[in-house]
């Protein structure tokens, strides 16, 4: 991951308002775990508006790209409630997700304010994180939720 | 670079972590994500791809994940 990249894109969603909130790696990488990551995980708040928020910030990263305009709102509120974007360079990508199963929906994320080297962004909480992770069959997330429990003490419920 | 003793393999683990914010996390950060890069060159084919579910998602990029692998093995290999 590029991480200049990664924080030039965080600071384009907070310039256009997008109410979004970093899961996974990235979010782990923040809460104080440096780990190596190929994507960057955001959960969207589902609305038409935001997805054009998104699309408008991604828009000012990446010169444009006309891939972009393929994130719609449609997809995202409907049928397809994961959406991968690959930017031009085609070294790391974003996964952007308005649902996730039955078991998370964006209301459903306790999320915190933390400083990106000078950034404010939004990222889960340590105890949402390991929620998400716990429960996946990737054996990376199921070391990356162990990490955490020993880190911070949850216990299972 | 300071030397740390441990009984336990198990206490290794809190000296990776670091308080969100500080500015020694950030240095981690960017220098495990730029090693990561240089060492491993991962490239993903460029676009928008849409998926019914986040598992459907995961084995796209499980797909992209093997051929990166693979890239940088025969890479390797080549050297």
């Known amino acids: ?157 | 670079m300071p030397v740390y003793k441990y009984r336990d393999v198990s206490e290794m683990e809190d000296r990776t972590w670091r308080e969100p914010g500080d500015p020694s996390l950030f240095k981690a950060i960017s220098a495990t994500w730029d090693f990561a890069r240089r060492t491993t060159r991962p490239q993903f084919p460029p676009g928008v791809y849409k998926h019914p579910s986040r598992a459907s998602a995961e084995e796209l990029c499980d797909e992209w994940e093997r051929r990166n692998f693979e890239s940088f093995r025969e890479h390797r290999s080549r050297r």
Request: proline fraction near 4%; avoid cysteine; charged fraction near 35%.
């Open chain 1, 1 to 157: 991951m590029d991480y200049q990249k990664t924080r030039e894109v965080l600071a384009a969603f907070e310039r256009e308002g997008v109410t979004y909130v970093i899961f996974g790696a990235v979010a782990l990488n923040l809460q104080g775990l440096a780990r190596a990551t190929e994507d960057l995980d955001v959960f969207l708040a589902p609305s038409a508006e935001n997805v054009s928020r998104l699309r408008r910030a991604l828009r000012s990263v990446f010169d444009d790209d006309p891939h972009i305009d393929e994130i719609t709102a449609e997809d995202l509120l409907g049928d397809y409630p994961a959406v991968q974007y690959v930017p031009p360079d085609g070294d790391f990508y974003i996964d952007i997700l308005t649902r996730l199963g039955e078991a998370f929906r964006f209301e459903d994320l306790e999320s915190e304010r933390v400083d990106f080297d000078g950034l404010e962004v939004s990222v889960t909480t340590p105890a949402t994180l390991y929620r998400m992770k716990r429960g996946t069959v990737r054996p990376r997330d199921q070391g990356d939720a162990e990490r955490l429990r020993l880190r911070f003490g949850f216990e299972d419920d």
